[in-house]
């Protein structure tokens, strides 16, 4: 099961980009990479997964690199209602392991 | 279109008394069947899950268990609870090999 490494909070601003890297190291061959959106009292929302490269949906994009190692999630002029916990998953898909994730602040 | 159903949403229990949470899918067959907790504050702890009927995975050893009756539910248990099974438990499912899964509302459960 490949483990992933996020900081553990980042703040910005409305308007800003904010781009949140995860670390696996130990990504296998078939594994995907998964991000997830959660908001406080609610369950984690799926955002976007990709398996190389790049993947843009209306949400976010995900970057990819040549040797998969890392991954950059995206958010474009993020707005205050955008403050939330993003967790990125690599591995087993029957497992779905979540991290610990990064803790997005939004400010005004 | 598929949903997801888990309940009650709160639930105060004492110390020592046991517990049953049910969570039931809809618009699918054969789903994989999650179960988490979320202590205040922190990230996801994976409880249990399941691929199938009679198949039930435990992911961290403590006095909870889990069940599937039947292909859309999945019940969580505890015979006797602790103080430290206070959290947010949420019910999550997804098809198959997919990578995407859709929770339920979560129960905050205080034991007390």
């Known amino acids: 099961l490949a483990k992933t490494t996020q900081p553990i909070s980042m703040d910005s601003y409305e308007g800003q980009e904010v781009n949140i890297t995860c670390s696996h190291n130990?990504?296998?061959?078939?594994?995907?990479i998964t991000w997830y959106q959660q908001f406080p009292s609610q369950g984690p929302r799926f955002i976007i997964q990709?398996?190389?490269t790049k993947v843009t949906n209306e949400v976010a994009s995900l970057f990819i690199p040549a040797d998969r190692k890392s991954s950059t999630l995206s958010l474009p002029r993020v707005s205050l209602s955008d403050t939330a916990v993003y967790y990125c998953l690599v591995g087993d898909p029957d497992q779905l392991t979540f991290g610990g994730g990064t803790r997005v602040l939004v400010k005004p | 279109s598929q949903t997801i159903h888990q309940w009650p949403a709160t639930l105060v229990q004492p110390v020592g008394s046991p517990l049953s949470l049910e969570c039931t899918v809809e618009?699918?067959?054969?789903?994989?069947l999650y179960w988490y907790r979320q202590a205040a504050g922190r990230g996801l702890q994976l409880l249990f899950y399941?691929?199938?009927?009679?198949?039930i995975s435990s992911e961290v050893p403590q006095n909870l268990s889990a069940s599937r009756p039947q292909d859309r539910q999945f019940i969580l248990s505890s015979k006797k609870l602790l103080l430290s099974d206070s959290g947010f438990y949420l019910c999550?499912?997804?098809?198959?090999?997919?990578?995407?899964?859709?929770f339920g509302q979560g129960t905050r459960l205080t034991v007390v």
């Open positions: 130990n990504i296998a061959t078939n594994d995907y």
């Open positions: 618009g699918t067959s054969n789903p994989n």
């Open positions: 399941s691929v199938g009927i009679g198949q």
């Open positions: 999550a499912w997804k098809a198959g090999r997919s990578t995407e899964a859709f």
């Open positions: 990709g398996y190389k």
